[in-house]
């Protein structure tokens, strides 16, 4: 009797010790700016072993509609240009209206079940949101990029004291418009079903920080031309 205890409590803690990885923020072709197709995505991240596709294309999710038909596990998000800098959805539905006011779009993505992803909090290159906009936001914010490829560490550095201030959930992404950018970084947490266990096991992860090298930034660019 005793033996077949152990047993189980072995089984149990081996099952808590599988863990995923995955890319919170990547782009493809139906971005317009990103000449990525979806399906080579989709095939980059099972490359790197990332699932599932955290596919958040700008003011669409066609493309993460386009994995799920094709039989990927793809979580729908969308980058949401607001009146005030952009804010992503997860886990949604269906797309968000562009040219809402942030909270507007963070009412929507909530009205989904989705989950309120600030990105890019300070990045002075990047169309982010207001200090103002964010304090407006504060109760709706679900989790906030603590870590952004393309940002520079002092920028990165104040995302994650905004997150410990919001109480938020902290996230990683390589905001990939290339190939070469998915992975840089990555999280590793425990597998999930749907958004809200989601959010719970992301308070638990580990972000493994990589930024992207000036070799991939050029080949994203040169992307970014080929597209317009």
């Not at 077949?4 to 890319?23: E, F, P, Q, Y």
């Not at 969308?78 to 952009?86: A, L, P, R, S």
């Not at 201030?165 to 998915?182: E, F, N, R, T, Y």
């Not at 096991?201 to 994203?220: E, P, Y």
């Amino acid at each position: 009797m005793l033996s077949g205890g152990l047993k189980l409590v072995r089984v149990r803690i081996n099952l808590r010790l599988v863990l995923i990885r995955v890319d919170l923020h990547v782009h493809s072709s139906a971005s317009p700016d990103c000449s990525i197709e979806p399906k080579r995505v989709a095939g980059r991240c099972r490359q790197l072993g990332l699932s599932p596709v955290f596919l958040t294309d700008h003011d669409t999710i066609a493309g993460a509609l386009q994995l799920r038909v094709g039989g990927e596990r793809v979580v729908a998000g969308e980058e949401v240009m607001t009146t005030e800098g952009e804010l992503i959805g997860l886990f949604l539905k269906r797309p968000i209206q562009r040219g809402l006011t942030p909270k507007e779009t963070a009412l929507e993505i909530r009205a989904q079940g989705g989950l309120v992803y600030l990105e890019h909090p300070y990045d002075p290159f990047r169309r982010h949101l207001s200090e103002a906009s964010i304090e407006a936001l504060a109760d709706l914010i679900d989790i906030v990029e603590v870590f952004n490829a393309r940002s520079e560490e002092q920028a990165n550095r104040r995302a994650e004291d905004l997150c410990s201030i919001l109480g938020a959930a902290p996230g990683a992404g390589s905001d990939a418009h290339s190939l070469k950018a998915i992975g840089y970084p990555y999280v590793e947490m425990e597998d999930f079903e749907g958004a809200q266990d989601f959010l719970a096991k992301l308070r638990d992860s580990k972000i493994v920080k990589r930024r992207h090298n000036l070799v991939i930034l050029a080949d994203a660019m040169l992307g970014k031309m080929r597209r317009r």
